[in-house]
């Protein structure tokens, strides 16, 4: 029961992001679930909505790199 380990001392986090990505994405050690960190800095599970919100927030930063300099 690898998530029960998790429910009694929490996940053990692991950086997996991708050189350019903008937001900070983890995965568990122990269950292997993959998390992200929402836009108020708390790590949440990583669902295809946040997915999504993550490319859409990289696009969208990008952009406005591109614009300011
Ligand atoms: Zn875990």
């Known amino acids: 029961m690898k998530s029960l ?4 001392i929490g996940h053990k986090f692991t950086k997996i992001n991708k050189l350019d990505d903008f937001v900070v994405n983890y995965q568990c ?6 998390f992200t960190t ?4 708390s790590i949440t599970k990583l669902t ?4 999504e919100n993550n490319l ?3 696009k969208y930063y990008k952009e406005n790199r591109f614009q300011n300099s």
């Open 29 to 34: 050690k122990i269950c292997n679930q993959k």
């Open 56 to 58: 859409l927030f990289k």
């Open 5 to 8: 380990i998790c429910k009694i």
């Open 38 to 41: 929402d836009g108020y800095g």
């Open 48 to 51: 295809p909505f946040w997915e």
